[in-house]
């Protein structure tokens, strides 16, 4: 269950590597899995995190 953040390791970005449009640079980034809530009625965000207001 994802109730928090949790590290994507090499491993990890290799298992989700066809599911996803993404090139993960670990020698420059680290990445996360973060749960979050998106508002499907509203018109902006697309599934993008909005700012916390």
Same mark, same amino acid.
């Given at each position: 269950?994802?109730?928090?953040? !949790?590290?994507?390791?090499?491993?990890?970005? $290799?298992?989700?590597?066809?599911?996803?449009?993404?090139?993960?640079?670990?020698? %420059? !980034?680290?990445?996360?899995?973060?749960?979050? $809530?998106?508002?499907a009625?509203?018109?902006?965000?697309?599934?993008?995190?909005? %700012?916390?207001?």
């Amino acid at each position: 269950m994802l109730y928090e953040q !949790y590290d994507i390791n090499k491993r990890m970005a $290799n298992c989700i590597a066809n599911t996803i449009d993404f090139s993960f640079d670990f020698d %420059k !980034y680290e990445y996360f899995f973060e749960t979050f $809530n998106v508002d499907a009625d509203l018109e902006i965000g697309n599934g993008v995190r909005l %700012k916390d207001h």
